[in-house]
């Protein structure tokens, strides 16, 4: 059954994002749909998830058993691994690096939520417990102040979860130096203007490879401005904003970035990273007047 209320055409030529225009939600018994759509929006598709997540998983499988010519009730169940059973078969997923930059350029929750579990899946007690614990540890291992980190579910979605710029500006700051994975990390995020969820954004600024974070009255930014020339120094910029009206802010918070940028074009010090943090909570002052934190290190 499907209820649309409060639907309309407008006259626009211009669609961009059609979920930001056209709202739609399922709530196990009803579709309900509303929104303004511009007339550029036809033919535009909006995908609404109809099935709990364990639901889904069930007539997922069931789904691609019946096309392999499978038969019986797409019924399952969830319980405690026999001792005793074989395996009949084993997948195995893309490589770490392939899941993480599409998290990381497409924003999916649930890669980050999976990789997040993953780290505390092969241990025994409780999965979650255990995946939080890796992240604090591997935090404090690299000198990163966990002060004030508080990790919920692992994804992008919690309203618990809580972490200061200058935390994830560390963060980035170690990851960056770590000949390990840093360019496997710096490749998954966003470039600017280019991909991802940062395509339509910050187009006049190169070298700019950053992650958008999105909440109800939250957006965030963070990642890196590579040097292009030795007249550059590499920045990881990190702003973070909480407001009722944070959505008004995405103009000053990138105007911000381009102020960043401005500053880190100066020739640098011979060996220098810098890092510059920024925090908002509404007050009423504009963001660029809320500055908390400019710092350099070798």
């Known amino acids: 059954m499907s209820n649309i209320n409060n639907l309309s055409i407008s006259s626009g030529n211009k669609c961009g994002n059609i979920a930001r225009v056209l709202k739609a939600h399922w709530d196990g018994a009803t579709l309900h749909i509303g929104g303004r759509i511009p007339t550029a929006c036809e033919n535009q598709a909006l995908y609404v998830n109809m099935l709990a997540p364990k639901d889904f998983a069930c007539e997922s499988?069931?789904?691609q058993w019946q096309k392999m010519g499978g038969e019986g009730?797409?019924?399952?169940?969830?319980?405690?691994?026999?001792?005793?059973?074989?395996?009949?078969?084993?997948?195995?997923?893309?490589?770490?690096?392939?899941?993480?930059?599409?998290m990381n350029k497409q924003s999916d929750n649930l890669f980050a939520r999976s990789i997040f579990l993953t780290l505390g899946a092969n241990q025994a007690g409780d999965t979650v417990e255990n995946a939080r614990a890796a992240v604090m540890n591997s935090f404090k291992q690299s000198g990163i102040d966990t002060q004030g980190l508080v990790i919920e579910n692992g994804s992008g979605l919690s309203r618990e979860e809580r972490v200061t710029a200058r935390t994830l500006g560390t963060m980035l700051y170690r990851a960056y130096f770590n000949d390990l994975f840093n360019e496997q990390f710096i490749d998954s995020l966003p470039i600017a203007g280019y991909d991802g969820t940062l395509r339509r954004r910050?187009?006049?600024?190169?070298?700019?490879?950053?992650?958008?974070?999105?909440?109800k009255d939250v957006r965030a930014l963070a990642g890196f401005r590579l040097p292009e020339s030795i007249h550059q120094t590499p920045l990881a910029i990190v702003v973070l904003i909480n407001s009722p009206k944070s959505g008004a802010y995405l103009g000053d918070m990138d105007d911000l970035i381009r102020s960043l940028v401005a500053l880190g074009n100066k020739t640098p010090e011979p060996d220098t990273f810098s890092f510059s943090l920024y925090e908002h909570q509404y007050s009423g002052d504009p963001l660029h007047k809320k500055r908390i934190s400019e710092s350099k290190g070798k």
């Open 73 to 102: 009730a797409s019924v399952c169940l969830e319980n405690e691994t026999p001792q005793d059973t074989n395996t009949v078969a084993e997948h195995f997923s893309a490589p770490l690096s392939d899941a993480i930059r599409t």
């Open 61 to 63: 499988f069931a789904g």
């Open 202 to 215: 910050l187009r006049d600024v190169g070298g700019l490879r950053m992650k958008t974070g999105t909440l």
